[in-house]
T-cell receptor, first 114, second 111 residues
């Protein structure tokens, strides 16, 4: 398996622009997670899905952030409008619904908002 | 709350043993996980504990004491490639384990 795939790997955009991050989980995995990592706050869970259904979005910072999972093999995280404080590395991860429930992380998208 | 504390940095010598501690204050954790993250890369799963005691996995071992809210990761026969950040994470044991991560311990292995 190719592992979790994320695109783009790097994104530089100007404040106010819309940003869309994409993720393809490992085939057969039941859960998909979106994380954000910064030096100050570490790795934070934003939202996660089970069988394409959002389960917990309490980590989403504000209404500017939205996530969808239209099918089992694709998810997007959208920021509109983007702000400089959104600059971070965004990771997507997936896992199966059986022990040890380890999460497999994608390579991440490094987002810079100027 | 769900606070996880671990040291920010540690330095150790190649071939030695190092122990990275993690303490947590929560009633919602019944699984404790360790991930390794090399600079510029994604975290990768190392080990987990759901019961008290030591779990050994090659050069890596992890220990958990649920009553004390304490875990550690033990790395033996250190190699230069072990230089990385080690993340302690707690969460429920089960599918969709909503993990809370510590900020990580940056381990530097020196000759």
């Amino acid at each position: 398996d190719a592992g979790v795939i994320q695109s783009p790997r790097h994104e530089v955009t100007e404040m106010g622009q819309e940003v869309t991050l994409r993720c393809k989980p490992i085939s057969g995995h039941d859960y998909l997670f979106w994380y954000r990592q910064t030096m100050m706050r570490g790795l934070e869970l934003l939202i996660y899905f089970n069988n394409n259904v959002p389960i917990d979005d309490s980590g989403m910072p504000e209404d500017r952030f939205s996530a969808k999972m239209p099918n089992a093999s694709f998810s997007t995280l959208k920021i509109q409008p983007s702000e400089p404080r959104d600059s971070a590395v965004y990771f997507c991860a997936s896992s199966m619904d059986r022990g040890p429930y380890e999460q497999y992380f994608g390579p991440g998208t490094r987002l810079t908002v100027t | 709350g769900q606070n996880i504390d671990q040291p920010t940095e540690m330095t150790a010598t190649e071939g030695a043993i190092v122990q990275i501690n993690c303490t947590y204050q929560t009633s919602g954790f019944n699984g404790l996980f360790w991930y390794q993250q090399h600079a510029g890369e994604a975290p990768t799963f190392l080990s987990y504990n759901v019961l008290d005691g030591l779990e050994e996995k090659g050069r890596f071992s992890s220990f958990l004491s649920r009553s004390k809210g304490y875990s550690y990761l033990l790395l033996k026969e250190l190699q230069m490639k072990d230089s990385a950040s080690y993340l302690c994470a707690g969460g429920p044991w089960g599918g969709g384990n909503k993990l809370t991560f510590g900020t990580g311990t940056q381990l530097k292995v020196e000759l």
